[in-house]
């Protein structure tokens, strides 16, 4: 949800999105689902709430910087779901909301009265979503999924690191990420479905199905083959040249995975020898002396600065970049045009730098997001809304607002 339209309507302007998850997977889904537009009601539970809210250091004043990652565009209602006083607010939001997203564990949902026989009978038509760690269908039922587990479950960290190393899991949550995506696309498909029957629909995904189906080629290759994949390092295992190289100042990342980008890459770096040679005119060829080539690569980019070799290569098309580190890359992308981040208005924090949404539309739907919330900044203003008193919610300590939180 923006603070302010612009241009063309929000393509999910007018839907309501009930967020009752928690931590990356389920918010980072409802945060694609407000920068297209919708409202998103992130419930949590009063004194501490997600408890991405408390995972630093890093922060910024007092907010977790893994918090803010992943919950702009939203507000917050505060409510103990486990208390039963809190009922007729959570069955009011739940009245009013065309999408309810969840990540609890087998059978809490239901036990919170929040489950989707819960939902579908107060709201006909709602789309449900359940983000789960293993599947609801796998036993054991509510075994707890995190990424990093996720990651190892999934054959990732095994294809992960170096050859003669550890398994390693990837640099930031992407199974999680994975999965929120996953999500978001099933909750479109279904709002779609929905204006065509006017039935809802209920969707489940989870972490390990997205971790599985992330694994893509080097899935279809051990299905087809039977044979387990290893680790490359930063290297590929089916395309030669396909990996990082050292500078004389830097690191940069080359990639010829074609037969015609090999022949650039070879004119850009002055090997006219490694050009002749029959064994590497084919990709095969160079998987299978993939050591010489690029060992002989690795002596040729030494010998020159990282812009020296950038400039070259992309004169001749060969895919190429510089190895950034985060904020450099963010410097980068502004610089070069479209930039990468988005100012918003945080109420403690002031004005605060985000990611902005990788989606561009044109005209553009949305000005800048709303801040990620405090902690039931929005608790009144939400229960008004739904037609609950919120007073008697709070000073019986069921509900709570920023600022009277314990």
């Known amino acids: 949800m923006a603070e302010a339209a612009t241009g063309a309507p929000a393509p999910l302007r007018g839907v309501r999105v009930l967020d009752f998850s928690r931590v990356l997977a389920g918010p980072y889904c409802t945060m694609l689902l407000a920068d297209l537009g919708a409202e998103v009601i992130k419930v949590e539970r009063p004194g501490g709430g997600d408890e991405t809210r408390s995972w630093g250091p890093p922060f910024a004043g007092d907010e977790a910087t893994y918090y803010l990652a992943v919950n702009r565009g939203k507000r917050s209602v505060a409510l103990d ?114 204006e065509q029957t006017g039935q809802g629909r209920r969707i489940e995904v989870s972490l390990l199905d997205s971790g599985l189906a992330g694994l893509i080629n080097v899935a279809q290759a051990a299905l087809s083959t039977g044979v387990e994949a290893r680790r490359y390092g ?38 006219p020898d490694l050009a002749a040679d029959e064994r590497l005119d084919t990709n095969p060829g160079r998987v299978a002396h993939r050591e010489e080539v690029v060992g002989a690569l690795a002596e040729t980019f030494r010998t020159q600065p990282a812009e020296h070799w950038l400039a070259r290569l992309e004169a001749r098309g060969v895919p190429a970049g510089k190895v950034r580190g985060v904020r450099e890359a963010f410097e980068a992308a502004g610089a070069a045009g479209r930039p990468a981040t988005v100012l918003t208005e945080h109420p403690t924090l002031g004005e605060l730098r985000l990611t902005a949404s990788p989606i561009e539309l044109d005209p553009p739907a949305t000005a800048r997001p709303l801040a990620p919330p405090l902690l039931g900044q929005h608790t009144e203003a939400v229960l008004h809304e739904v037609g609950v008193d919120p007073l008697p919610l709070i000073d019986a300590g069921v509900a709570a607002r920023a600022g009277a939180l314990g």
């Not at 739940?94 to 969840?102: G, L």
């Not at 990540?103 to 709602?126: E, M, P, S």
């Not at 930031?172 to 909750?187: R, S, Y």
């Not at 295992?237 to 015609?260: C, K, L, M, R």
């Open 81 to 194: 779901l486990a208390d039963p006083r809190s009922r007729p607010a959570r069955e009011a939001l739940i009245r009013q909301a065309d999408v309810v997203v969840e990540n609890f564990r087998a059978g809490v949902a239901d036990r919170l009265g929040v489950g989707y026989d819960a939902a579908r009978a107060l709201c006909g038509d709602v789309v449900y979503c359940s983000i789960t760690g293993f599947g609801a269908g796998r036993e054991p039922r509510g075994r707890a999924g995190y990424d990093f587990v996720i990651q190892a479950e999934c054959g990732l960290m095994s294809i992960t690191g170096e050859p003669d190393g550890a398994p390693t899991k990837v640099g930031v949550a992407v199974v999680d990420v994975l999965c929120g995506l996953h999500a978001a696309a099933g909750i479109l498909a279904a709002l779609r479905s929905r």
């Open 234 to 271: 930063n290297a590929h295992p089916s395309i030669v040249p396909y990996e990082p190289f050292a500078t004389a100042d830097g690191w940069i990342a080359v990639a010829a995975p074609n037969d015609q980008l090999w022949r650039s890459l070879c004119e850009a770096c002055e090997r």
